[in-house]
């Protein structure tokens, strides 16, 4: 549930983290305790800042009920080596394979797969370089010799369709404004038995976590998503789960092509206007 508030006070901290001039707008996600019988009901947003009439409608299956759940989140390093030996256990065994990493800077966790060609594409090219120079220099030839570095928009890939055999991320997926919009220019440029996995993904409903709220006082475009919403963005984007972790608030999931569900996310579930 995601409710578009503009003019919010900046005291007010438990609704909206960071303070919003006058006539920006911010998605800001809500925790809910949804009736348990169905029907019509009125949310409540921030004792009366916005009213809302909503139909409660009974649930489905858990979504994506084929991750592995743990209670326990493992540390940044632990996490990520996680991660990498996940997409390499993916990989149709034999042969070099193409792989693609999206949002790599400097130092691109997939390069440490060994034996195949990875591009690391970044909007930063200051990273790039620093990236480039440092594998030259440090990296072992053979992980040198495969790696190339990419400067471009990762929403309008300059590659042909197909090309890779995975296209992996990890923390990048929910700095997108639009995360469907990359997912789905990373489907097309899988092959159709090729996967995409995103890594390292935060989970949740609130961005009242400390580290959050530091990022978007710097300016930086933070969202937390929900297991259901990050299958439906991945739905949109024609993408469906193979396997995946979810641990404490973490997600590493692969994903292979699909059909798209053909659901988009260009008008907000709700909104209202600070009065």
Request: proline share 7%; charged share 20%.
């Amino acid at each position: 549930f995601g409710a578009s508030v503009a003019g919010v006070d900046a005291g007010r901290q438990g609704i909206v983290p960071v303070s919003i001039a006058p006539g920006r707008s911010v998605t800001v996600p809500v925790p809910l305790r949804v009736p348990r019988r169905p029907g019509r009901a009125v949310v409540d947003v921030g004792e009366g800042l916005l009213r809302l009439d909503v139909d409660v409608v009974r649930g489905g299956d858990e979504p994506w009920s084929a991750l592995e759940r743990k209670r326990r989140r493992l540390g940044y390093e632990a996490e990520h080596r996680q991660a990498t030996e996940l997409v390499a256990s993916v990989l149709p065994p034999g042969g070099r394979r193409r792989l693609l990493e999206i949002g790599g800077g400097t130092h691109p966790q997939l390069a440490w797969v060994g034996g195949h060609d990875v591009v690391d594409v970044d909007i930063s090219l200051p990273l790039l370089e620093l990236g480039s120079l440092w594998f030259a220099a440090r990296a072992p030839a053979d992980v040198a010799a495969g790696l190339a570095f990419l400067c471009a928009d990762a929403t309008t890939l300059p590659f042909d369709d197909g090309t890779f055999d995975a296209v992996a991320m990890y923390a990048t997926l929910h700095h997108f404004a639009r995360p469907e919009a990359l997912l789905a220019e990373c489907r097309r440029v899988v092959g159709p038995t090729g996967v995409v996995a995103i890594l390292c993904e935060p989970v949740g409903a609130t961005l009242e976590e400390p580290d959050i709220i530091r990022d978007l006082a710097k300016g930086i475009n933070e969202q937390v998503f929900t297991i259901d919403e990050y299958r439906r963005i991945a739905g949109a984007a024609g993408l469906d789960l193979v396997t995946g972790v979810l641990a404490g608030g973490s997600l590493q999931a692969v994903l292979r092509p699909a059909a798209a569900s053909g659901e988009t996310f260009d008008v907000a579930v709700a909104t209202g206007v600070v009065r």
